[in-house]
């Protein structure tokens, strides 16, 4: 297995840009998590390390060989990269087993590898005979990894194969997917949508939003450092508030924090990036620095909506509590941060 | 990336190819008119006899269209949304006339009753042979519409017939409309069923004409002012449709419809249902019985050869219309834009028109520049292929949609080359629609009369002109056994129709 590299890959679509000069490193046997809105050029992207579409320009590299960008590029079939399509794309002729068995080689056919790979993503060989419409949407899904990993590729590509599932099969096919590839040591790219999944699936989490790369890196550290206001905003909840900077501290309408990491423009007015698990609230304090205007109760937790300082700021703070009666619209509150802050330009 | 540009270019150009070669004889007539000119043409167009035809055939069509959908969808109505009792039974028993060709019931109608004839004998055998065009459609809608619209509907205090007038309807008119258009179609080409009964339309006419003058410029007069009356229906149609959809909001299984309760009128509606089943199924069939019964009518020299000649040219009629539906199918699925969308359009055109104007434009063609096909088998086929290409295009359409190409990828990202993804993937997959559509063309043209009477090589016999040539010479036991075979011939044609119905239901 071998390191996959994107070199300054661009491709166009009808005439418009889908990917701008995309750079992207996966190291072997790592794994990727791609994350952008719909129309961001996610699939795109998967397509063109697939083989199913060219780029326009730039390189993509597997190890030492040249899969495009070259003068002949690999084509789908003899690239070694396995797919894995959001709705599994099972082959409705074929049973459970002809479809993981479909990728071997005819002696691999005869060996083990395709109880080793069920057993991998947890199907048992009592779901052999099936087809896949016998199947519900997370063994599907299931089988589907089975069948890219059964022969063996450098690297699998997983174009949301999520999204289809309802929300609690989500989470434990999700799982038992993690860690299917973590015991076959597979390099993986999987592009989603949800920021969620993209954050805790693998070691590397990159953003795309329109067409280009915005940021790359661990994903504790992209969404603790996120590089601009907008990736911040489209990683988690984000309050932003206008602050002043002076001396490694940001004072806002809530009071003054340690810079964590800074982000400011040379000119102009800034503000400050605070996550609501940072927030406090506190309607016994003496020094009340906002209004409670809204309180809602969704399951455990309450979300108090707050004007800070007068003005018109609004604030929504979660507040897990047992006993929501304590709060009401129109009380004074003093709403305070924990931690430091990001900066970023206003 | 340059491989994958040039293959549908290559596609694009098969299926434009083809397109030429179906519009040809519809060309080859338009042709003909203005080499005659219209000095010849305006004396033979403008003469009493056309007027004649043209009061016939147009009065057929303004009568026939609204009885054939009236019955389509009342008889749709009664058996998907009341308590009709037995109503699966109706269901099918209603859709069986369509299995009996429309020559055939023309026949047992005249058999039994040798004075029926004029417009309202046409509108009484062509309405019962042709309703079912309208109901199947009619039946396919409404077991596609959302139940939780007419319940909306009478939860916003509608009574029944309210629901059905301002909420069901609204929402059968394409189908209705789709429906009438091929109902339309059918009685303008209809050539059998009316001339048994001496009926006479623009088809009867062109083929008495022919058979005297050969394919003259009398002939062409008259194919012309038919086309022209086809091409009116088809703008109008195209025109009045719009662009509205009616699609089902959300998804979620669809739960069963309101069930309209008869009550005292239960026993007006069965006896109205059995009333158009012996006119439609009961009258064929006793006049088949009784002729079938007298003498020895299986005895014929030439019943063995017209079966063996019949199948003949009904696989190959098949098999050459299914290859050519394929790329065009496949260009509009997985290419799909408006070159395809017109290309595709040239060739439901082309299958429009009424098979004595294909048939005389292939005539004409042969004759006049190669002879050497002139009443040939190749010829034969030709029509089969352009009478009956929409048959295999609605079926491997819907069978090419069934094969993503995320099926081809995944096989390709599993080793395959693009051939092998196509043969092990998609090959197994569009096959029951390649079963289904080579059975619809073949079925349809085991039992095609007109184009096969002026086009199959001198000698030949099949069921449908040896039924012809019997019955038409008032040999009716001779003609019996043809019959009978006919029938039984459509009837699997008819199941795949009935079956295709119910499955889009799901």
Known sequence: ?346 | MNAGRRRPSLLLVVVAVLAVVMLLPVGYVVAIGFQVGWPTLAPLVFRPKVGELLVNTVLLVVLGVPVTVVLGVGGAWLVERTNLPGRRVWAVLLAAPLAIPAFVSSYGWVSAIPSIGGIGGGLLVATLAYYPLVYLPAVATLRRLDPALEESARALGLGPWGVFARVVLPQLRLAVWGGGLVVALHLLSEYGAFALIRFDTFTTAIVVQYQSTFAGPAASALGIVLAGLCLILLVGESATRGTARYSRVGSGAARSAVVQRLGWSAPFALAALAALLVAAIGVPAASLVRWLSIGDPWSQRELPGAIIQTAGLAVTGAVVTVLVALPIAWLTVRRPGRLARFLEGAYYLASSLPAIIIALGLVTITIRIVPALYQSVFTVVLAYVIIFLPRALVSLRAGIAQAPVSLEEAARSLGRSPLAARAQVTLPLILPALGAGAALVGLGAANELTATLLLAPSGTRTLATQFWSASSSVAYSDAAPYALLLIALSFPSVAILFLQTRKRAR
């Open chain 1, 1 to 346: 297995m071998s390191t996959l590299t994107l070199t300054d890959v661009t491709k166009h679509l009808g005439g418009h840009p889908v990917l701008q000069n995309v750079d992207l490193t996966v190291p072997r046997g790592s794994r990727t998590s791609v994350v952008g809105a719909s129309g961001s050029g996610k699939s795109t992207l998967l397509r063109i390390i697939a083989g199913f579409d060219a780029p326009d320009a730039g390189r993509i590299s597997l190890g030492d060989v040249l899969l495009a960008g070259g003068a002949s590029p690999v084509p789908a079939h003899q690239r070694g990269v396995g797919y894995v399509a959001q709705d599994g794309a099972l082959f409705p002729h074929l049973t459970v087993e002809q479809n993981i068995r479909f990728g071997l080689s005819r002696p691999a056919r005869r060996s083990t590898r395709v109880a080793e790979v069920a057993e991998l993503v947890a199907i048992g060989a009592n779901l052999f005979g099936r087809y896949p419409h016998e199947l519900s949407g997370g063994q599907q899904q299931r089988v589907a990894l089975a069948r890219a990993l059964a022969p063996e590729p450098q690297v699998v590509l997983l174009d949301e194969p999520f999204s289809a599932l309802d929300t609690g099969l989500r989470a434990s096919t999700r799982e038992a997917v993690i860690q299917a590839l973590e015991h076959s040591g597979v390099t993986t790219i999987l592009v989603t949508h949800d920021q969620d999944e993209a954050l805790s699936f693998g070691d590397q989490v990159a953003i795309l939003a329109g067409g280009r790369i915005s940021q790359a890196g661990p994903p504790s550290e992209v969404y603790d450092n996120p590089g601009t206001a907008d990736i911040a905003d489209f990683l988690g909840d984000s309050i932003f508030l206008p602050c002043e900077v002076s001396a490694g501290e940001a004072r806002t309408v809530l009071g003054s924090h340690p810079v964590r990491h800074d982000h400011r423009a040379a000119i102009g007015l800034h503000r400050a990036l605070v996550r609501p698990a940072q927030l406090a609230i506190d309607v016994g304090s003496t020094s009340p620095n906002a209004t409670i205007v809204d309180v809602q109760s969704v399951g455990s937790t309450l979300y108090v909506t707050v004007t800070i300082g007068g003005g018109g700021e609004l604030v929504r703070v979660p507040y897990v509590t047992p006993v929501p009666e304590r709060y009401s619209a129109g009380q004074d509150a003093r709403v305070s941060v924990t931690g430091g802050v990001v900066v970023y330009p206003a």
